[in-house]
């Protein structure tokens, strides 16, 4: 979990620098308790049970035994549990402002789907508003979002588990528009209709110009593709980058590859079908088995992106020569198909992880 801006960080002027300071140390009471480990209060944590903060000056260094000098860190929700003695400047400190709780940072909504209509319509309404007004419950109303067997419409959860992909879809349709009634009372029409959160560009055709902008929302597991096809003209799934110059898509006859992570529904034949674009231009990093790449992808129908050209901009991993890096990058698609939906989610703030020898925050001072 990273700083974002808006998290409320005012410390770091680099909100994207990875490396951060904890310069502020709590003073104990020398008659204090002692600070056993594994039993430290839990204070605001993130979902995986992290020492959280909205910002740094959140952290402290605090003595696990007073006047012996073996420090750990504690958040000011931790302190807030702490049964010290508190000085005045330290109760000034755990007063001051209003401790928030870890909040999930929204994307940018691009997916959109067609409604009972044929008009499209965004999955999600609207998106970040930033910690001034994200922690704000009346500003979470329209946000909808699917989380395991549940799908969450503003601050209410549903259960989905037993409805049809048609009985979801007609759901997710309704609330967004009660939604976006409720969004958008009082604003005039034509200021509405270029409202770059509901906004829907004229479309055209997908052509190979700059990248598209990426896409940051969950793709709905019904919509998922069943069938990618990779249009790859350099060869670059061979796992060989070559700089090949411009790269011309209109002949190029694409790969068709079968989704095996998560197990598709059907059996593979279906018109589920998504378009992958590879460009040896788009490589934007490598790794001990594989080479990564920027790709435009177009959705499989009815899902598209509210974009000029119907497409986003996505990350595929191709693997080196050899059936070791394939087995690698294949094990690799199976560790993250276990992944929890929030480990691949933002959260404004920082957290701290102590199994990570090389933590993002480290004391100074």
């Given at each position: 979990?990273?700083?974002?801006?808006?998290?409320?960080?005012?410390?770091?002027?680099?909100?994207?620098?990875?490396?951060r300071?904890?310069?502020?140390?709590?003073?104990?009471?020398?008659?204090?308790?002692?600070?056993?480990?594994?039993?430290?209060?839990?204070?605001?944590?993130t979902?995986?049970?992290?020492?959280?903060?909205?910002?740094?000056?959140?952290?402290?260094?605090?003595?696990r035994?007073?006047?012996?000098?073996?420090?750990?860190?504690?958040?000011?929700?931790?302190?807030?549990?702490?049964?010290?003695?508190?000085?005045?400047?330290?109760k000034?400190?755990?007063?001051?402002g209003?401790?928030?709780?870890?909040?999930?940072?929204?994307?940018?909504?691009?997916?959109?789907?067609?409604?009972?209509?044929?008009e499209?319509?965004?999955?999600?309404?609207?998106?970040?508003?930033?910690?001034?007004?994200?922690?704000?419950?009346?500003?979470?109303?329209?946000?909808?979002?699917?989380?395991g067997?549940?799908?969450?419409?503003?601050?209410?959860?549903?259960p989905?588990?037993?409805?049809?992909?048609?009985?979801?879809?007609?759901l997710?349709?309704?609330?967004?528009?009660?939604?976006?009634?409720?969004?958008?009372?009082?604003?005039?029409?034509?200021?509405?209709?270029?409202?770059?959160?509901?906004?829907?560009p004229?479309q055209?055709?997908?052509?190979?110009?700059?990248?598209?902008?990426?896409l940051?929302?969950?793709?709905?597991?019904?919509?998922?593709?069943?069938?990618l096809?990779?249009?790859?003209?350099?060869?670059?799934?061979?796992?060989v980058?070559?700089?090949?110059?411009?790269?011309?898509?209109?002949?190029?006859?694409?790969?068709?590859?079968?989704r095996?992570?998560?197990?598709?529904?059907?059996?593979?034949q279906?018109?589920?079908?998504?378009?992958?674009?590879?460009?040896?231009?788009n490589?934007?990093?490598?790794?001990?088995?594989?080479f990564?790449?920027?790709?435009?992808?177009v959705?499989?129908?009815?899902?598209?992106?509210?974009?000029?050209?119907?497409?986003?901009?996505?990350?595929?991993?191709?693997?080196?020569?050899?059936?070791?890096?394939?087995?690698?990058?294949?094990?690799?698609?199976?560790?993250?198909?276990?992944?929890?939906?929030?480990m691949?989610?933002?959260?404004?703030?920082?957290?701290?992880?102590?199994?990570?020898?090389?933590?993002?925050?480290?004391?100074?001072?």
């Amino acid at each position: 979990m990273t700083s974002k801006n808006g998290s409320g960080d005012k410390d770091a002027t680099d909100k994207y620098e990875r490396k951060r300071f904890i310069s502020q140390v709590w003073e104990r009471n020398p008659n204090g308790p002692v600070l056993k480990r594994g039993q430290a209060p839990e204070g605001c944590r993130t979902p995986n049970g992290q020492v959280w903060g909205h910002s740094l000056s959140d952290f402290f260094w605090i003595e696990r035994i007073p006047g012996v000098a073996v420090r750990t860190i504690w958040s000011t929700s931790m302190l807030q549990k702490l049964n010290d003695s508190l000085s005045p400047s330290q109760k000034k400190i755990l007063a001051a402002g209003e401790h928030h709780s870890p909040r999930v940072l929204q994307p940018w909504p691009l997916l959109c789907i067609p409604n009972d209509k044929g008009e499209l319509e965004t999955l999600c309404l609207g998106g970040d508003e930033g910690c001034e007004r994200g922690h704000n419950p009346s500003s979470m109303l329209h946000r909808i979002r699917e989380i395991g067997d549940y799908l969450e419409v503003g601050p209410m959860r549903i259960p989905v588990s037993d409805f049809t992909p048609e009985q979801k879809q007609h759901l997710f349709s309704t609330a967004r528009a009660n939604l976006k009634q409720t969004i958008t009372k009082g604003i005039k029409p034509e200021i509405l209709k270029d409202d770059p959160r509901f906004h829907i560009p004229d479309q055209s055709p997908p052509w190979t110009g700059p990248l598209p902008p990426k896409l940051e929302e969950f793709i709905p597991k019904e919509y998922l593709p069943d069938v990618l096809l990779v249009y790859d003209p350099c060869r670059l799934t061979d796992g060989v980058w070559e700089d090949s110059g411009h790269v011309q898509f209109d002949e190029c006859v694409p790969i068709r590859y079968t989704r095996a992570h998560p197990e598709r529904k059907t059996d593979g034949q279906s018109s589920n079908s998504a378009h992958l674009y590879l460009s040896p231009d788009n490589l934007c990093g490598s790794g001990n088995h594989s080479f990564v790449y920027h790709a435009p992808l177009v959705l499989p129908a009815p899902l598209t992106a509210r974009t000029p050209t119907r497409q986003v901009t996505v990350l595929a991993k191709t693997s080196f020569p050899g059936s070791e890096h394939r087995k690698l990058l294949n094990q690799e698609g199976v560790i993250y198909g276990t992944f929890p939906q929030w480990m691949m989610e933002d959260y404004c703030g920082y957290n701290i992880d102590y199994k990570i020898q090389v933590s993002v925050l480290g004391f100074h001072g």
